[in-house]
Nanobody
Framework: VQLQASGGGVVQAGGSLRLSCAVSVSIFKITSMGWYRQAPAKQRELVAWITSGGSTNYADSVKGRFTISRDNARNSVYLQMNSLKPEDTGVYYC???????????WGQGTQVTVSS
């Protein structure tokens, strides 16, 4: 599986961004996918995930502000980020959660910078 995250940028606090993840295989076959982020000097964390059935879950830090979605026809997963905060700054990655052996290398991700 190959993944390409895009859509990052620089935005002021309170602004919005929409990240996209293009997947090289039919995401209909993927049980769950997630968006992760890695802030400077911090470990990578899972911030949102979505199942093949469309169920979604979020880290407490982004709940109510971020929305994950998937488009099976486009083999893509999205992360709509609203009311952005400076602490949302980091490199954002998408990856397969399940099945485990479909997980891809992390790649470069997409940089999100939120200025105060």
């Amino acid at each position: 599986v190959q993944l390409q995250a895009s859509g990052g940028g620089v935005v002021q606090a309170g602004g919005s961004l929409r990240l996209s993840c293009a997947v090289s295989v039919s995401i209909f076959k993927i049980t769950s996918m997630g968006w992760y982020r890695q802030a400077p000097a911090k470990q990578r964390e899972l911030v949102a995930w979505i199942t093949s059935g469309g169920s979604t879950n979020y880290a407490d830090s982004v709940k109510g502000r971020f929305t994950i979605s998937r488009d099976n026809a486009r083999n893509s997963v999205y992360l709509q980020m609203n009311s952005l905060k400076p602490e949302d700054t980091g490199v954002y990655y998408c990856n397969v959660i399940l099945p485990i052996d479909w997980r891809a290398s992390w790649g470069q991700g997409t940089q999100v910078t939120v200025s105060s």
